[in-house]
């Protein structure tokens, strides 16, 4: 019996997939310790998992930092720049005594301090990508979230590709110098960008994604295993309220909105304009608005129920399309759920995400400037309207859900595991 440590760090959409890896773990009969910070404690210790809680520590109510975070020019800057890269000494003092027992260390891409802390104790290491953007592929290119418009440009010319993932690589590569230092005063080497490739692991890379989003590329690391994805959808009931049980049964099937766990702490007029879009295609709607009463809209009717959370694998099967922010969790919950859905892509690997799934021929996209009454009433209509939508998202949902991504991803890590 291992035992494995599992850094995760992010929203709900970075720890759920790491929460149903460590479940999958624990049937084998394998000991997971997830390491995260304290916010998550009661979601993974509900599962009967243990946890070691890491800093950063994680407020949601700072909605000005969430803002910061969520734009599209600067959210990534600051996720490193103002929250991982200041606390890597109080990281790896955390982080340090969990790993010291562990036979195997798993590492979100944006757990810096995992790898370095596995590397100084001589712990086999194991990382994980949640989305296709974390490989920055010179061949299958990525979408920037500050100019999405490049994307057309980077897939026309290869040459064009490879001085953007340079130039990518160049800024990155400031951000994460306190890292390179920090690893030097452990007598490590500098290592590689950890931002970029020095995120994946020479062991072993988890592609915990649906390969109806990518497929290998030549320029992966040669050690990556396309898992597929973990749809687990958090602990407690997995269905949904007595409340919205009663609405979904009163009619037809809804349109569903939610930003997801990050983008719903700044989501500004997005329920109210989603609530008048609604409206003026005669649909009814659920709205998932989060914990601040500021983003219930402010007229509802009997055609359309406002309420904190439901679970997404539970709703999202129900509904007639959804409506989302493109998360990778978030999205490959509506790519199981077999419905077309609008993407309001805000930051990090949101938009990238956006572009696979409309290229798909299973959703539209439309930015979070352009996100008024009368586009999203446009969108959603043509989105409702072509029957081709629908259909083709019922092929790729049969596809994802035949993937087995907490199995095949165990196997893959027994595999190193045995060989080490």
């Known amino acids: 019996m291992s035992r494995v440590l599992i850094n995760s760090f992010g ?11 460590a479940l999958e773990l624990r049937r084998r009969g394998h000991r997971p310790l997830l390491a995260m910070p304290a916010v998550y404690r009661a979601a993974v ?17 700072n909605t000005a930092l969430i803002e910061r975070i969520m734009d599209p020019a600067r959210g990534t800057e600051a996720i490193f720049g103002e929250i991982v890269v200041p606390s890597l000494q109080a990281t790896f003092a955390d982080l340090r005594p969990a790993c010291e ?14 790898p370095i802390v596995a590397q100084a104790l001589g712990r086999p290491w194991a990382s994980t990508v949640l989305a296709p953007m974390s ?25 064009l590709s490879r001085l953007f993932v340079w130039l990518s690589n160049q800024v990155t590569r400031q951000w994460a110098r306190p890292v390179q230092r920090f690893r030097a005063s452990l007598g490590l ?6 931002i970029l490739a020095g995120q994946h692991s020479p062991h072993l890379v988890l592609a915990l994604f649906s390969r109806v989003l990518a497929e290998p590329q030549p320029d992966w690391p040669p050690n990556t295993c396309l898992a597929g994805p973990i749809l687990y959808n958090g602990a407690g009931s997995p269905e949904v309220s007595a409340e919205i049980e009663a609405f979904l049964t009163a009619g037809p099937a809804p349109i569903v909105f939610t930003l997801g766990s990050s983008a719903v702490e700044a989501a500004g007029s997005f329920y109210d304009i989603s609530a ?3 409206r003026r295609l005669g649909r009814r709607a659920v709205l998932l608005v989060g914990r601040h009463a500021h983003n219930r809209p402010r007229a509802v009717d009997d055609r359309i129920l406002a309420v904190d959370y439901a679970p997404h694998a539970a709703l999202f099967p129900r509904a007639a399309a959804i409506v989302h922010q493109g998360g990778a ?3 490959h919950q509506a790519l199981a759920s077999g419905h077309p859905m609008l993407v309001v892509p805000h930051a990090h690997d949101q938009p990238d995400n956006a572009s696979r799934v409309t290229r798909l021929g299973v959703a539209r996209t439309v930015y979070p400037k352009r996100y008024t009454a009368d586009a999203v009433t446009r969108e959603l209509g043509a989105l409702l309207a072509d029957e081709r939508y629908a259909l083709r998202a019922k092929e790729v949902a049969a596809t994802v859900r035949a993937e087995t991504g907490p199995a095949t991803a165990c196997d893959a890590i027994e595999r190193i595991m045995g060989r080490r």
């Open 329 to 331: 969790g978030t999205t």
């Open 45 to 61: 210790e509900g599962e009967g998992l243990e946890f070691h809680a890491v800093r950063p520590d994680l407020d949601p109510a």
């Open 11 to 21: 929203s709900y959409g970075d720890v759920n997939p790491y929460v149903g890896l």
């Open 276 to 278: 008048e879009a609604a």
């Open 189 to 194: 080497e500098p290592g590689e960008n950890p």
């Open 135 to 159: 490989f920055f592929s010179v061949t299958d290119p990525v979408v920037p979230p500050p100019a999405p418009w490049v994307h057309g440009l980077l897939t026309r010319s290869r040459a």
């Open 101 to 114: 027992g562990a036979d195997l260390v798993i590492t979100h891409p944006a757990a810096l301090v995992g």
